[in-house]
């Protein structure tokens, strides 16, 4: 019984080792933090539009949440 257990244990154990290399090697090493730095205009650009043309789009179609009445 108790193999029964340690198998399917160390199968899952691995399979997270071996992604988590993959992830780290696929990344560059590179943390969040480094990306800010190299990437400010998508770390830091704030709310694109797209939200306020969905907004509008629902408002003309008559889709009108009780907070617009």
Do not use: W
Not at 21 to 37: D, F, I, K, P
């Amino acid at each position: 019984m108790f193999e029964q257990y340690i198998k399917p244990a160390l199968i899952l154990i691995a399979a997270i080792v071996v992604c988590a290399v993959l992830a780290r090697s696929l990344s560059g090493n590179e943390t969040l933090a480094e990306y800010a730095q190299k990437h400010p205009e998508i770390a830091y650009g704030g709310s694109d539009n797209s939200n306020d043309a969905d907004s509008d789009i629902a408002v003309s179609e008559g889709n009108v949440s009780d907070a617009d009445q």
